[in-house]
């Protein structure tokens, strides 16, 4: 938490399941997402579980005009370069 909130982060969802259960609290953190926000996350394997839903959650903030902001390893959607950055 202490690097999200460093990274500027307003609101806060987590969660603990298995990778098979529902991620209620990235469903609801993706509810609220609108033009302009950026989605943090702390690493890429806390956010997702496959490169097909890495590019689901992209795709479907690219629609709403937000940006993803992975800080390790540092990828930032809202950037030039974390745009043509290859995961």
Do not use: W
């Not at 940006?67 to 950055?85: E, M, Q, S, W």
């Amino acid at each position: 938490m202490r690097d999200l909130k460093a990274a500027g982060c307003e609101k806060f969802f987590t969660e603990q399941v298995s990778t098979l259960a529902e991620r209620q609290q990235l469903a609801a953190a993706l509810d609220l997402i609108g033009d302009g926000d950026v989605l943090v996350a702390v690493s890429l394997d806390r956010l997702v579980r496959s490169t097909r839903h890495l590019a689901q959650i992209t795709d479907d903030l690219d629609a709403r005009g937000a940006t993803l902001n992975i800080l390790v390893p540092g990828i930032d959607t809202g950037t030039a370069a974390g745009r043509d950055h290859q995961v």
